[in-house]
């Protein structure tokens, strides 16, 4: 967004926002007092190889003051893939943790008490599945399924748009994400069944204006969804939750928080009806911008950090990840990972950022930029519409072609030195050598062993349990109106696996084949 040198009273509305925060549009934030009684929860991303070194990992960032854990999975599976599928051969923990099972899900969690934690899971496509393995090991450790906290990502338009981890068709997988949202609404309270995500667009190359349309844009859309399921907005609407970026551009960064949040107020107002604040009200999680960190010099990644955080936590975000210096590098190391934590640790109990609500309120220049993003924003919504919806968006390109067109200028902007990215394009300290670092690498062992242990589990369950149930979800998923999630459950119980599920799905619903405008 443009910016000018001075901003004055005149620059501002009219008919300026004058709301408190917990107040309608919440563009001060959702709670009237925010972090002067209760914190952002800090939540730490993490997962790699074995779900053993993974739940490893876990307890030592709940040691060090984690208050939320965030879980990466693996690309297989990502793509509904067993760790035996031979596409998934070279992938398995690499980028996250591999859940074949139910079993795997155990070893992930063991000694967490999931009724006193909050989990949020980053998984999309096959969201439901991972979903039903949680609440599986919960209830079998004593945790009713109404007790569990956390969130599951299941936001699958974003997949299509900028992220490519999806399975089936747009229309199957929005019957699946809505399934869940059913499935979560009747069953388990206090847990958000999707976050819709920005963040995944902004690291493709989305503007700040872009992230916020299009993020409220593919809302919009499961928002309706679940609307011509018949459910009432107000029932599920509480629950939606959103994920952003959080870049290092402060100011701009802060503003777009206050629009988001004022922008969808008056969505879930004016053209859902939601008569409950919950429903107006944006809750979301922020990452810092993983894209903006750098191989080079890495620990001026510290600093970078820092200042996203500060955005995110000006910008009033429920809970946030703070990524680690060594992330360009490869998995983060545990030193950087506890650094990340310290990070967040630093700013809520050194500085006076918790002492007031929306510290930057008032500015001639945030208030501004508030205004600008939610203009900007609303016309890019408003071309989505004319579409015919996000749905209809994706099918064209237009999303994905709108952010690959800033993705290109950005990248322009760099080359020829315009914009400045310190240890990069400026300040390079070409006449010292780099200081040796060694990143954590995942052992290739680790895929010969899942392979091991999921072959173990296949030759030791009830074969003829796991067929029927099979057999069941396959029928219902030929079912349009029949919710395909305690189905899923039922399976997963008796043991099947990932990848065999989503096969069943597969061969009912298909699989996504992008166009050649792609």
């Known amino acids: 967004m443009p910016w000018r040198e001075v901003y004055t009273q005149a620059d501002l509305s009219s008919t300026p926002d004058v709301s408190l925060p917990g107040e309608f549009p919440f563009?001060?934030?959702?709670?009237?007092?925010?972090?002067?009684?209760?914190?952002?929860?800090?939540?730490?991303?993490?997962?790699?190889?074995?779900?053993?070194?993974?739940?490893?990992?876990?307890?030592?960032?709940?040691?060090?003051?984690?208050?939320?854990?965030?879980?990466?999975?693996?690309?297989?599976t990502q793509m509904g893939m067993d760790s035996d599928a031979e596409l998934a051969h070279g992938e398995v923990g690499k980028v996250g943790v591999a859940i074949d099972s139910i079993d795997d899900m155990r070893r992930l969690f063991d000694g967490i008490d999931l009724g006193e934690v909050s989990t949020s899971?980053?998984?999309?496509?096959?969201?439901?599945?991972?979903?039903?393995?949680?609440?599986?090991?919960?209830?079998?450790?004593?945790?009713?399924?109404?007790?569990?906290?956390?969130?599951?990502?299941?936001d699958v338009l974003k997949e299509?748009?900028?992220?490519?981890?999806?399975?089936?068709?747009?229309s199957a997988s929005m019957r699946l994400t809505v399934d869940t949202i059913e499935y979560v609404t009747g069953r388990m309270p206090a847990f958000n069944p999707i976050s819709i995500s920005g963040y995944h667009m902004s690291e493709a190359g989305a503007t700040p204006v872009q992230e916020v349309a299009f993020t409220l844009a593919n809302a919009?859309?499961?928002?309706?969804?679940?609307?011509?399921?018949?459910?009432?907005?107000?029932?599920?609407?509480?629950?939606?939750?959103?994920?952003?970026?959080?870049?290092?551009?402060?100011?701009?960064?802060?503003?777009?928080f206050r629009a988001a949040r004022r922008l969808w107020a008056r969505i879930m107002r004016e053209r859902f009806g939601a008569k409950d604040p919950r429903s107006q009200m944006l809750r979301f999680h922020t990452q810092t911008a993983g894209v903006q960190l750098s191989a080079q010099q890495p620990e001026v990644n510290l600093?970078?950090?820092?200042?996203?955080?500060?955005?995110?936590?000006?910008g009033g975000t429920q809970s946030l990840h703070t990524n680690s210096f060594d992330e360009a590098l490869g998995l983060p190391t545990t030193e950087a990972a506890r650094l990340a934590v310290r990070t967040q640790q630093v700013l809520q109990n050194e500085t006076d950022l918790i002492k007031t609500v929306d510290p930057l309120a008032?500015?001639?220049?945030?208030?501004?930029?508030?205004?600008?993003?939610?203009?900007?924003?609303?016309?890019?919504?408003?071309?989505?519409?004319?579409?015919?919806?996000?749905?209809?968006?994706?099918?064209?390109g237009f999303q994905k072609g709108e952010i690959e067109q800033s993705a290109y200028t950005f990248s322009r902007e760099v080359e020829d030195g315009s914009r400045v990215i310190v240890g990069v394009n400026a300040f390079t300290d070409?006449?010292?050598?780099?200081e040796p670092f060694e990143p954590l690498r995942v052992d290739p062992a680790i895929e010969a062993e899942q392979v091991a242990r999921l072959a173990q589990l296949k030759a030791e369950r009830d074969d003829k349990a796991v067929s029927h149930?099979?057999?069941?979800?396959?029928?219902?998923?030929?079912?349009?109106?029949?919710?395909?999630?305690?189905?899923?459950?039922?399976?997963?119980?008796?043991?099947?696996t990932v990848g065999e599920v989503c096969d069943v799905l597969k061969n009912q619903w298909g699989t996504y084949q992008p166009s050649e405008k792609f």
Request: charged share 20%.
């Open 27 to 76: 563009t001060r934030g959702i709670r009237s007092t925010m972090y002067t009684t209760h914190p952002w929860t800090i939540r730490q991303y993490a997962g790699y190889g074995s779900a053993a070194e993974s739940n490893e990992r876990y307890r030592k960032l709940l040691d060090e003051g984690s208050t939320g854990l965030s879980v990466a999975f693996d690309l297989p």
């Open 121 to 154: 899971m980053t998984i999309n496509a096959p969201a439901a599945v991972l979903l039903v393995l949680y609440e599986l090991v919960g209830n079998e450790r004593g945790t009713n399924s109404d007790q569990l906290r956390g969130t599951i990502q299941n």
């Open 160 to 170: 299509y748009i900028s992220r490519g981890t999806y399975i089936f068709p747009p």
């Open 220 to 256: 919009i859309a499961y928002v309706e969804s679940a609307i011509a399921r018949g459910l009432d907005v107000d029932t599920f609407a509480p629950r939606l939750s959103f994920f952003f970026v959080a870049r290092e551009a402060l100011l701009e960064e802060v503003a777009k």
């Open 303 to 314: 600093i970078r950090v820092t200042v996203q955080a500060l955005a995110a936590a000006l």
């Open 362 to 396: 008032g500015s001639y220049a945030i208030e501004k930029m508030t205004d600008d993003i939610e203009s900007a924003a609303e016309v890019l919504i408003k071309r989505i519409d004319e579409l015919g919806g996000a749905i209809a968006g994706v099918q064209a």
């Open 430 to 434: 070409t006449d010292s050598a780099p």
């Open 469 to 496: 149930a099979l057999s069941e979800l396959s029928k219902a998923a030929a079912t349009p109106d029949t919710n395909v999630v305690p189905f899923l459950r039922e399976a997963l119980a008796n043991k099947a």
